[in-house]
């Protein structure tokens, strides 16, 4: 398939938002039975912190374009791409034009761990990592560990094979 770098970079950001809502959607709120309730389900705080995991979903496109793409250039044009996608998204839904670059801080703070997670193989992973600021208050959760283990294979493994099948356009 051919696209240009603008077209790739809308592509996964919005490949970055189904990833990431999936992940949500699975993990987002917790839901307790309540005997006193009846045994009906009853939801409780939030268990993750949503920017954390968007950060981490978009590290997960990142790295997979990072790997697919040989020319720097290019690699560098479908991410800027791709973010500026996401930022307009955040600041469309939720985010005002003041908060975008305290989160893009955040991004590149976050991005930089993640790097340095994937360099050391012998030292943290990068789902240990995610799971350090995705979790809210450090709460031990191994299930959301899991699942960010889960949602980091099911889409990176997918995602190299369609940026595989891509051809950039000039």
Known sequence: MRMSAAELGDNLAQL????????????????????????????????????????????LHTRACQQACQDAECVKKVLDSMHRAIY???EARTF???????????VSARYTEYYEAAADRSGEKVVEVAARHVIINGMRRPAITLDL??????????????LEDIELAD
Do not use: K
């Not at 189904?18 to 839901?31: A, H, K, P, T």
């Not at 389900?41 to 993750?48: D, S």
């Not at 005002?96 to 955040?106: A, I, N, T």
């Not at 889960?150 to 094979?161: C, F, H, K, N, Q």
């Open 88 to 90: 307009e998204d955040l």
């Open 16 to 59: 970055v938002w189904e990833s990431f809502s999936d992940f949500i959607e699975r993990r987002g709120l917790d839901s307790t039975e309540a005997e006193e309730d009846g045994g009906t389900a009853v939801l409780t705080l939030p268990t993750v912190e949503p920017e954390e995991a968007l950060i981490f979903f978009m590290w």
């Open 96 to 106: 005002s034009r003041v908060q975008l670059p305290l989160f893009e801080q955040r």
């Open 149 to 162: 283990a889960e949602a980091a294979t099911v889409t990176s493994g997918p995602l190299r094979d369609f």
